[in-house]
């Protein structure tokens, strides 16, 4: 098939990309091929659809979509005596009444609790969640059923997976561009490269990681976080090797660098301009933890601050202050100046309570909502249903929200889910393979197509349109 590049034609937004697929051009206009006897009589016809089509696309009222602004909360208890499974719930954030906001366990990510199934990470794409998910066995052995589930979070189901390997115990995921991500997978001390739109793994990388975890992106890299332990059945404890950062260029999956840090490096965030963050606990006991400051230009470590704590969550908001949980002998918020390479509040001086309500915990999962406000998970572990989510304003450590969620609700993250029936494919996006899946149904009639867009039973050019706004 020949390519040519054609303009499209302009949105409410500015200009459409170039489109470069001759099977765009023939669905523009395919309504009117049977009058394509001449060639002026072609053009005149192109000149006409090309006028409709301009029509409806600046029309603000044609194809208006609803947006939902929601947080994702996984809830990770797994408990065989109780019958309790992994769970995912949704909390509209547009509703101001706390109760009906939330749509509690409305997914079950495991099926049978007996099975252990585990949920530690998740990653959200446009109205695509990805839950990195094994099944943790009791004896010992190796994990089963390694996944990555695909959750449409506009039906609000499981749309499929991304099987991994077994035994591989997938942790965290991170998105490198609409046809990869990579997923980092503890127990075989390897990254996996993942293609999305075939929903498998393509490469392995390994050699460089010892139970990889976190991961962060930033200036066409990689970074992931390697705790480096080891459990000891013998010895009945966890044996702490060398942690380090191992930075991986995204764009040839080539491993560029290792960096050592100090023990147990789990949380790894970036600032989204030049800092990468590492988070290391020590092991609990002795060794405490720090922070670690990386320059992403240069892979080198600038500035170490060690912690008189075993830190636990962390998040960084848009002024680039990180907020980190202290531990159980010394519970509340500090908060690190990530820019200015200072304490705003160290562990002399932390956030223990809520300002308007000093009943309610602040310990906790925190994310960083767009709107500024802090979201704070507290799960209850033992299965009681004392879970919540608590929403700080973090101007003054007031009280904003209470979510009450699902067991172990402990893992949150946002999403602005955009009503997406333009998305054929299920891949997250909108994009000319949706158009050209559009074109295979183009002249059919009746309930259920996939490529009827607007419902009205009839796959025509207004469902291209349609598609074609939304890219």
């Not at 098939?1 to 489109?19: H, Q, Y």
């Not at 409806?56 to 947006?67: D, H, I, R, Y």
């Not at 309500?357 to 799960?379: E, H, K, M, N, R």
């Not at 007031?398 to 999403?415: E, K």
């Amino acid at each position: 098939m020949e390519c040519r590049r054609i303009p499209c034609l302009p949105d409410e937004a500015g200009v459409f990309c170039f489109i470069q697929t001759e099977v765009l051009m023939n669905t523009f206009f395919f309504t009117w091929r049977q009058f394509s006897l001449s060639k002026s009589y072609k053009w005149h016809s192109y000149l006409l659809i090309g006028a409709i089509l301009f029509t409806l696309l600046m029309s603000p009222a044609f194809g208006q979509t609803e947006v939902q602004d929601l947080a994702v909360v996984i809830n990770a208890l797994t408990h065989p005596d109780l019958g309790i499974t992994a769970s995912l719930s949704l909390i509209d954030l547009a509703e101001p009444n706390e109760k009906r906001a939330v749509d509690n366990e409305i997914i079950s990510i495991g099926t049978v609790p007996i099975n252990r199934r585990r949920a530690v990470g998740l990653s959200i794409r446009g109205h695509l969640a990805y839950i990195p998910t094994f099944n943790l066995p009791v004896t010992g052995a190796e994990s089963s059923g390694d996944n990555i589930l695909i959750i449409n979070l506009e039906q609000r189901e499981i749309v499929g997976e991304i099987p991994i390997q077994t035994g591989a115990s997938p942790q965290q995921v991170a998105v490198i561009n609409e046809n990869k991500m990579y997923v980092t997978c503890a127990a075989t001390h390897e990254v996996h490269v993942i293609d999305i739109p075939n929903r498998n793994v393509t490469k392995v990388l390994t050699g460089a990681f010892n139970k990889p975890t976190g991961i962060t992106l930033l200036n066409g890299k990689a970074y992931v976080s390697n705790p480096a332990w080891e459990y000891d059945p013998v010895e009945r404890k966890t044996i702490y090797y060398e942690s380090r950062v191992t930075v991986i260029d995204t764009e040839t999956d080539i491993i560029l660098k290792s960096i050592p840090v100090p023990t147990n490096a789990s949380g790894i965030i970036s600032d989204g301009e030049s800092t990468v963050i590492v988070k290391t606990t020590g092991n609990y006991n002795d060794i405490l933890g720090h922070l670690v400051l990386i320059d992403a230009a240069t892979d080198e470590i600038v500035k170490t601050v060690k912690l008189k704590l075993t830190p636990g969550s962390f998040a960084l908001n848009s002024e680039k202050q990180l907020f980190i949980q202290g531990s159980w002998q010394k519970p509340g918020l500090l908060i690190y100046d990530i820019a200015g390479q200072d304490w705003v509040r160290d562990d002399d001086d932390t956030i223990t309570n809520f300002s308007n309500d000093p009943d309610a915990s602040v310990s906790g999962g925190l994310t960083f909502a767009p709107d500024g406000s802090l979201y704070i998970t507290q799960p209850d572990w033992g299965g009681g249903g004392q879970d919540y989510v608590r929403v700080m304003d973090v101007i003054d450590a007031s009280l904003l929200q209470t979510y009450h969620v699902g067991p172990g609700a402990s893992i949150l993250a946002f999403a602005q889910v955009i009503s997406r029936r333009e998305d054929l494919n299920n891949d997250g996006i909108v994009n000319v393979s949706d158009l050209v899946i559009a074109t295979r149904f183009l002249g059919d009639q009746g309930p259920g197509i996939i490529a009827d867009v607007n419902g009205d039973e009839v796959v025509n050019i207004l469902d291209l349109v349609l598609i074609g706004q939304a890219l």
